[in-house]
């Protein structure tokens, strides 16, 4: 018996990891699907896209066919503005679990802006077309309730509240710490996200970290902050090998597709990851997949020096 594999590629989007779900008709054939994914980023200038179509295997066993059966020879290009970016085609490393390679299609030189709006186009090589608009969100500014120092005066958690122009967008938030660690004489940059909250399960402490939603707020507890802290210097007694540089807060934004997108998951995985199958939300002319967009903007956030040299670490910046 034939089963019909939906081979339904994403990729990481901002701080995100994504994994694909198969969706069976043991029953149906069905006809070709080809498969377009594409989410632009705004904090770098290399962007990239997918095609592939669905697929067929002879067992119950999906991940047997280890066959790229993404599409190669494709034209694919980017209309924004009065300009035009072409992609080119080259293989990627599927996951970090595996040696097997893809063909996807990049452009290295294509930084994308704020309240744009940009238009794919992919030609295959039998002539079919595939088409699709995103518009980049606008940027998000904070309010002036926001806490502003870490650790605020006289509170157990940090809050920080912002407003965007359009309220019916999804926005997902994070801080994160930068730090220095002196091994062997050379200190190596590191950056640790800190959990929404730490919540006891089957006694021990698990990190919980926020989900894409319309919230315009992010509240985290400093029991969060103190155990992030200390996670990172677990098994050292010298605490001096540790710098603390900055606290970041990290604001992503996603325009009106992938909010869809989220809007249409009944469960969402921890942080910026998601789940993809072929039932979920498609916004391709003449296909499936998602052509999407998101900013992220980011936000230093003061801290204490004595909060700082509590740990035993040392404060590369000052709260002033």
Known sequence: ???????FSLF?????????????????????VFILN???????????????????????????????????????????????????DTLLQKNENSNQKVTSYF???????PDTEYEIEAILNDGRRLKAVTKTPKKVSFLFSSDDLIPPVNKN?????????????????????????????????YEKE?????????????????????????????????????????GDPDKSNYTILAFILEILVYDKNLTAYYASKTELGEGFSITVNESDYSNITGGKGIFGSFIKQRFAIKFSIDYIQSFGYIAGLTEN
């Open 1 to 7: 018996m034939k089963k019909l594999i939906k081979y």
């Open 12 to 32: 990481t989007l901002l701080l995100f990891n994504i994994s694909c779900e198969d969706d069976l008709n043991p029953f149906v054939k069905g006809d070709d």
């Open 38 to 88: 594409c989410v632009l980023k705004n904090d770098r200038s290399n962007q990239t896209a997918f095609l592939s179509k669905n697929y067929f295997v002879d067992n119950f066993s999906p991940k047997s066919d280890t066959n790229d059966h993404s599409l190669k020879d494709a034209y694919i290009r980017i209309f924004y503005d009065d300009s035009v970016k072409i992609f080119s």
């Open 107 to 113: 452009n290295n030189n294509f930084l994308t802006k």
């Open 157 to 189: 958690d940090v809050a920080v509240y912002w407003e965007s122009a359009d309220d019916q967008l999804y926005s997902a938030a994070r801080f994160l710490f930068v730090y220095f660690k002196n091994e062997n004489g050379k200190q190596v940059r």
């Open 194 to 234: 800190v959990p929404r909250a730490y919540v006891l399960e089957n006694s021990r402490y698990v990190p919980y970290f926020p989900e894409p939603s319309y919230a315009k707020t992010i509240r985290v507890e400093m029991d969060a902050f103190n155990r992030a802290l200390n996670e990172i210097s677990e």
